[in-house]
């Protein structure tokens, strides 16, 4: 759809184009830097996540097991058949949906705020997470023999949920801003949490299954759940990627990006389908991580530049990133007991937050 | 204040109050042995400050599932005119849709009783139920297998039958020992993982369930977490530490609630290594009685002294 699009462009010079905006749209972006530093962030995000943990495996241990599962190599890393499982299985796959997940929060909640032009905005403005909340519940209080098709009922809560608030909030004018359908996400949002709260209390003995997969966890992430939401992180990450600089026209106004040829409906339903579908996916397989969406995307703002051709790709590598370290601090600081991820989010990521807000504020807009 | 608002933060109150219960726990019974005969007019000093029954109560609403067989233990069962839809044992109880941890004052009324008994005040339920002249009774989670034993007195003192709440007290007493005596003490320190839900909520030595396992030498994983004291003695535990533990045993008491089971243990990944796994020491347990510290804790006990008693004889 956005093929014909004359900003589609290599190098455009679009704040050149639009004169004076109320937001400085940088002439010449530099994206590598930023990129390598989000890169860096993340690989010592990884490293650390894979060779920390209660168990105490070794650092030597930890990369004997990784040498032995190198394709073709046949080595045995020497490692107990414990130390291995702990590692390759236990370990390993948690650190990699935690950046997956993390990737996609902040990624869509960088979209979300690019298309509803709101600092507020977070991947789950248009209901994902009260439908998925919603579809989780249903799911714990019909018995225990359903609790396979938890993550699945979760995402076609958020699904669901995120498609009744786009129908009737573009339907229902307002369209140049997006308000209607930021109203319309509070309004099916605060009734999806209303049934699901009716629920959970009318099963109270339930309540313990609810709230912590509410609160959120990596506790028991597996391989199997890798593989479930790759795909649609794969999918909803190319589709943002590709619409990054679309992102940069959107910013200035929906009038104006018409003006420029772009139409700014479509590509607003192509963006949040996207987002809403990998988000919806993480969420999952996680559960409400709050936060992520919100302060990630912000940060690389304030620190790297504000165009989607920077804040898309370095949101996505510096989400994962910060998801990976939360959740080692999750499963260390307490270990061998856990702490919900989500107040890790909050507690490490808000001060830093306002750190970075406090420092660059007086340089660059939030938006 | 409004009226809707103030429904919201009573049920939000009442919601973390449950979470609170759900998750963690087992708070100090702060109970008294009863001093009384049995006769009444009575007083007892019970976790909600003193309940003064002036007769026998023929029309007891219980709230807890506990106290309901502790109740139907010491011969009490017939004074019992409803318990709380989580009150499944005895069958003969009389099930209704009341609901102990979110408690309807009008709902409870309607069943005019004469003495209601709770796991817990949490939301000013003898106060309320008091302006009617409903005494109430609230019966927290026993800690300790003392705290449980004063609170089957404690129920026969308030229904007019402690002679029998003593009897069931001596015999519980002696079923416990003799299981103890007739189980081997493991050699040493044998240890357990309690799944209290599939993400990894466990129990330390220091819970009520953990002092009854602690009765035939086991000792639990959970221990050294540094969350479990705060977290009353039920921390979530990381799933790498709970294999690096490698646990002699593992207790499921979520094969009710999660339909946990041997099987779906051994499909986790990485779990099929652990010793208690490949060895057959994963030990179901019915989560309703080991969630409770009534009288089936006998039960409990008996079956994890039979996975000690296999694993030592060397059956499996």
């Known amino acids: ?367 | 204040m409004n009226k809707a608002l103030r429904r919201s933060l009573l049920s939000l109150a009442m919601s973390s109050a449950a979470i609170a219960t759900a998750i963690g726990g087992a708070r100090s019974a702060g109970a008294a042995v009863p001093t009384s005969n049995g006769t009444f007019p009575v007083s007892i000093h019970a976790a909600n400050g003193t309940v003064r029954l002036s007769s026998r109560p023929t029309a007891i609403v219980s709230l807890s599932s506990t106290a309901t067989e502790m109740l139907y233990a010491i011969g009490a069962g017939r004074q019992v005119k409803a318990v709380d839809e989580y009150s499944d044992y005895p069958p003969q109880a009389p099930k209704t849709g009341l609901d102990g941890n979110q408690p309807n004052v009008e709902a409870i009324a309607a069943y005019q009783p004469d003495l209601v008994v709770v796991a817990g005040d949490t939301t000013g339920l003898t106060k309320q139920l008091g302006k009617l002249g409903i005494p109430v009774l609230s019966e927290p989670a026993a800690a300790t297998l003392d705290q449980a034993y004063q609170q089957y007195l404690q129920l026969g003192e308030a229904t007019g039958q402690l002679p029998q709440a003593k009897v069931e007290v001596t015999s519980v007493r002696s079923q416990i020992a003799q299981i103890v005596a007739s189980t081997p003490k493991p050699t040493k320190g044998a240890t357990y993982y309690y799944e209290l839900d599939p993400t990894y909520y466990s129990v330390t030595s220091s819970t009520f369930i953990g002092r009854v396992l602690g009765l035939i030498g086991l000792k639990s994983i959970a221990d050294g977490a540094k969350g479990g004291a705060s977290s009353g003695g039920y921390p979530q535990l990381n799933a790498e530490f709970i294999v690096k533990s490698n646990p002699d045993y593992i207790f499921l008491a979520d094969t009710i609630c999660c339909a946990q089971t041997e099987e779906t243990v051994a499909t986790r990944p990485g779990w099929s290594n652990l010793h208690a796994v490949s060895t057959g020491r994963v030990v179901p347990l019915n989560d309703n009685i080991a969630s409770r510290w009534g009288p089936r804790i006998v039960v409990l006990l008996k079956d994890a002294a039979q996975a000690v008693d296999r694993a030592r004889s060397g059956q499996r």
């Open chain 1, 1 to 367: 759809m956005s093929t014909t699009l004359p900003q589609r462009t290599r190098g455009h010079p679009l704040g050149a184009e639009l004169g004076p905006v109320p937001m400085s749209l940088p002439r010449r972006v530099s994206v590598r830097v930023p990129v390598l530093v989000a890169t860096a962030l993340l690989l010592a995000a990884v490293l650390l996540g894979i060779s920390i943990g209660p168990a105490d495996v070794p650092i030597l241990t930890v990369l004997g097991v990784f040498v032995s599962h190198l394709p073709l190599l046949h080595l045995h890393s020497g490692a107990s058949r414990l130390d291995q499982a702990i590692i390759w299985q236990i370990r390993l796959p948690r650190v990699v949906l935690a950046g997956l997940v993390g990737a996609m929060l902040a990624s869509g909640g960088a979209s979300y705020q690019g298309v509803f032009r709101n600092p507020l905005a977070d991947p789950y403005l248009l209901g994902v997470a009260a439908g998925a909340g919603l579809g989780a519940t249903i799911v714990i209080v019909s018995g225990p023999h359903m609790t396979e098709l938890l993550p699945l009922a979760a995402f076609i809560g958020a699904v669901g949920a995120v498609t009744v608030t786009y129908l009737v909030g573009a339907n229902a004018g307002l369209r140049a801003s997006g308000a209607s359908i930021v109203l319309a996400g509070v309004a099916v949002a605060a009734l999806l949490t209303a049934v699901q709260t009716y629920l959970q209390q009318e099963h109270s003995q339930d309540l313990q299954q609810v709230y912590a997969w509410i609160l959120g966890s990596f506790n028991v992430a597996t391989w199997s759940d890798v593989l479930l939401i790759l795909p649609y992180v794969t999918l909803s990450a190319v589709v943002l990627l590709a619409h990054r600089r679309l992102l940069d026209v959107l910013r200035v106004g929906e009038d104006e990006a018409g003006s420029l040829g772009v139409h700014a409906t479509r590509v607003r339903l192509t963006i949040v389908a996207a987002a809403t579908l990998g988000t919806a996916a993480a969420v999952a397989v996680s559960g409400l991580i709050g936060f992520v969406g919100i302060i990630v995307a912000h940060t690389v703002r304030l620190t790297a530049g504000s165009s989607y051709r920077v804040v898309m790709p370095v949101s996505m590598i510096g989400g994962a990133a910060f998801l990976i370290l939360a959740d080692l601090v999750a499963r260390t600081a307490q270990a061998p007991g856990e702490i919900p991820i989500g107040v890790v989010t909050a507690f490490v990521g808000a001060p830093f937050f306002l750190f970075v807000l406090c420092s660059k504020r007086a340089q660059q807009g939030v938006r």
